[in-house]
């Protein structure tokens, strides 16, 4: 187990060089010139090229990676071009609504989808199927922001239930967080649902076919230790699999949701920064969201070997 550890994490030193490479190259490379918008639309161009040496952005190209790379190895992400704040100390203070987003969203998303999926296995060919999968395929062919629209017009406005925008952190007022987590946790959580019920179910019904259910049946044991303890055990590997990748969806999602629903996380600041052409955030988020992804995959990797111990690298 160490070593698979070991192998993994020395495996994603390569993955993060190229990741590095080209989210620098990608924004140089790409329109648009942040001491532009920082001087103003009347800036002079004496003026703009003043802010473009002070900020460094003269330099060849080369000279400027070489420098972020420095730095980076000193764990240093950079100072945004605009608040001249450190980006570690940005993210530091945006950290926690994403997070909690994100947790509220897996957590209700595998709460709901799991159970729904192992229903409609066991119920396969009947109208409770034939519901679910249709209700799975209309959530996942809808837009993240459309739902949350709709959840803001008719649960914040016409009913005044849950409060629409804003965030509170749970360490604070607990009841409050609920409240300001609830509708964008539903709306993040559609296509999430929809995606793990679909492959909870496929899975399942594969597995009730094998001839250890027939036999777990045939000495008597309830239905639902045959669903739950041996039929769901056994087709964990691919629903494991299935929500790891699916954690993907959940962190493109948080830069629409947090917009829609003006939370102050990691999704807005992508936003501002983009809009900012603030080089500095922009690199050092998509570095740390792709950390994130490869450590999930390692998790992913590592729960393989405890679900089936078959399983090795």
Do not use: C
Not at 1 to 16: D, E, G, Q, S
Not at 208 to 214: G, K, Q, T
Not at 274 to 295: A, K
């Amino acid at each position: 187990m160490l070593l698979l550890i070991l192998r993994r994490v020395l495996a994603t030193i390569p993955v993060m060089a190229v990741v590095a490479i080209v989210v620098f190259l990608m924004l140089r490379l790409t329109p648009g010139d942040p001491a532009a918008v920082l001087a103003g639309d009347n800036a002079t161009l004496e003026q703009i090229e003043r802010i473009r040496t002070n900020l460094g952005l003269d330099r060849p190209i080369y000279e400027q990676f070489a420098t972020w790379i420095l730095r980076l190895a000193s764990g240093d992400l950079g100072t945004s071009i605009f608040t001249q704040l450190p980006v570690t100390t940005l993210i530091g203070q945006r950290v926690e609504p994403t997070l909690m987003l994100t947790l509220s969203t897996v957590t209700f998303s595998v709460l709901i989808a799991v159970p729904l999926g192992v229903l409609a296995a066991w119920k396969a060919g009947s109208w409770v199927d034939r519901l679910i999968m249709v209700v799975a395929v209309v959530t996942f062919s809808f837009p993240v922001f459309v739902l949350g629209y709709l959840l803001i017009y008719q649960f914040g406005l016409n009913l005044r239930w849950l409060p629409t925008q804003g965030y509170r952190s749970p360490f604070e007022d607990f009841w409050s967080f609920v409240q300001h987590m609830t509708l964008p946790t539903v709306a993040l959580s559609s296509i999430y649902i929809a995606l793990i019920t679909r492959i909870t179910r496929a899975s399942v019904l594969e597995t009730l076919s094998e001839d250890y259910i027939r036999t777990a049946r045939a000495k008597g044991q309830t239905e639902s230790k045959v669903l739950f303890r041996h039929a769901l055990k056994n087709a964990a590997v691919p629903i494991v699999t299935i929500i790891g990748i699916g954690i993907a969806l959940v962190i493109g999602g948080v830069v629409v949701t947090e917009t829609v629903f003006n939370l102050p996380g990691l999704g807005r600041l992508v936003v501002d920064a983009i809009l900012r052409r603030d080089y500095p955030i922009i690199q050092g988020l998509i570095l740390v969201f792709s950390f994130v992804y490869i450590l999930i995959n390692l998790l992913i990797d590592i729960a393989y070997t405890l679900l089936d111990p078959r399983i090795r690298y």
